[in-house]
């Protein structure tokens, strides 16, 4: 099931011009996250956006209302897309992005040898738009069987930052336990944490420039804000597990037929 033949063992390094393992590791290990600036060119980010506009584009089209109400939101006088689910799969472009040898290495070198993609998604925020993304644990949603056999390569497509709406971590949260999450009546796909639970935490921004990525284990406290900026902020998260690792106890129900095994071990 392999689908790069040699795995990224066979490259000579990956990681060449990009960051040593051993800092990215530790760096993660420590903090719950790590951003490696670099992995992707400008010019495959751009590419990156156009195809997930033309996906966007196509995709609004034919949502029936009922779906709309998740995936969508209004910016101004326009209706745009808040996100798009599993472009791993449906879009070649983004199965490219999910099989790079150095994204590939850097997500071995924090999990471990052998993973599969198991989810993904576009999110869009429009310019002064783009509503906040609450305060979640990737592991809460996919109840891995080991929680540190999980890691969501957060890809920025172009410069994310305070005012358009980076990421904010919550420091080193992933050593603490997995914390109750609850969802707003009407969108039972919106599992956060309580207000008071994240109150206590020290939350931080984490700035990615455009094609860098910010990789964070399955337990770390994470949020986005809303894009406060003129800008766009428009990121592809992919949700890599070690192949070894089950869903244990996961909140929502995954299609295991959508996965793309990307090495094994
Ligand atoms: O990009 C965002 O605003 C949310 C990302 C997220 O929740 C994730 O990557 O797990």
Same mark, same amino acid.
Request: with cysteine.
């Given at each position: ?36 600036? @670099?992995?992707?060119? #400008? !010019?495959?980010? $751009?590419?990156?956006?156009?195809? &997930? ?7 609004? *089209? ?67 738009? @783009?509503?906040?993304? #609450? !305060?979640?644990? $990737?592991?809460?949603?996919?109840? &891995? ?7 969501? *390569? ?75 900026? $003129? ?35």
């Amino acid at each position: 099931m392999t689908t790069i033949a040699d795995g990224p063992h066979a490259a000579d390094n990956p990681l060449a011009g990009i960051g040593a393992m051993p800092e990215i590791l530790a760096t993660y290990r420590a903090d719950g996250h790590v951003t490696v600036p @670099g992995v992707f060119s #400008p !010019a495959r980010m $751009d590419g990156a956006i156009a195809d &997930a506009i033309g996906w966007g584009e196509e995709a609004l *089209a034919a949502m029936p209302p009922e779906k709309r109400a998740w995936y969508a939101e209004n910016a101004g006088a326009v209706t745009v897309l808040r996100k798009l689910d599993n472009p791993h799969k449906f879009r070649p472009f983004f199965t490219e992005i999910a099989k790079d040898p150095a994204l590939v290495a850097l997500v071995e070198g924090l999990i471990g040898r052998g993973v599969t993609v198991y989810f993904s998604q576009i999110f869009f925020k429009p310019p002064h738009g @783009g509503g906040p993304k #609450p !305060a979640h644990q $990737d592991n809460y949603y996919f109840g &891995a069987s080991d929680p540190d056999g999980l890691v969501t *390569a957060w890809v920025a497509m172009e410069d994310a930052d305070e005012e358009n709406g980076c990421l904010r971590y919550g420091h080193a949260t992933h050593k603490g336990p997995i914390l109750p999450h609850t969802a707003p009546e009407g969108r039972p796909f919106d599992l956060q944490l309580s207000d008071a639970d994240v109150a206590a935490m020290d939350m931080r921004p984490a700035p990615v420039p455009k094609g860098g990525v910010s990789f964070h284990h399955g337990g770390t406290v994470h949020r986005s804000a809303d894009n406060q900026s $003129d800008r766009w902020r428009r990121a592809c998260a992919f949700h890599y597990v070690r192949n070894d690792v089950v869903f244990e106890n996961p909140a929502l129900p995954y299609d295991h037929s959508i996965k793309l095994v990307v090495t094994t071990a």
